[in-house]
């Protein structure tokens, strides 16, 4: 899987224990509306934020993480993470190619490429939420 976008938050090295630590990253999509994603880097990885910075658009692979924990009292709970492994910089618009999710996605077949409705009715209730 991979985020793409702008990063907007680099955090410092996080040394959660002496055998292990994590640097975050917010990565912010580019999109009607704009998403903005917590993405840790752990161990080695953590260096590989070291020469990005605040507004380079970017791409990061990553992996979706869930984990399960038992609370003393017996309560079950869920946790998700996103855990990046590469991440990537994106050309920029003024280099001729954008990293726009608009051109990363497959072209839009013609409009003559569907049937038309043929029984449609606008007087008639849908249960559409929209």
């Given at each position: 899987m991979e985020v793409?976008?702008?990063i907007k938050v680099i955090n410092p090295i996080q040394e959660v224990s002496a055998s292990f630590k994590k640097r975050e990253l917010v990565v912010t999509t580019e999109?009607?509306?704009?998403?903005?994603i917590l993405i840790e880097f752990t161990q080695a990885r953590v260096d590989d934020l070291n020469s990005y910075q605040v507004g380079e658009p970017v791409k990061v692979s990553i992996n979706?993480?869930?984990r399960e924990w038992v609370s003393p009292q017996g309560e079950t709970?869920?946790?998700?993470?996103?855990?990046g492994w590469r991440i990537e910089r994106m050309a920029t618009a003024s280099?001729?190619?954008?990293?726009?999710?608009?051109?990363?996605m497959p072209?839009?077949?013609?409009?003559d490429a569907f049937e038309p409705a043929t029984n449609f009715n606008e007087e008639e209730?849908?249960?559409?939420?929209?």
């Open positions: 793409i976008g702008k999109e009607q509306y704009p998403q903005h979706l993480r869930g709970r869920y946790f998700n993470s996103i855990q280099s001729g190619t954008s990293a726009s999710s608009a051109q990363m072209p839009m077949p013609a409009a209730h849908d249960d559409l939420p929209f």
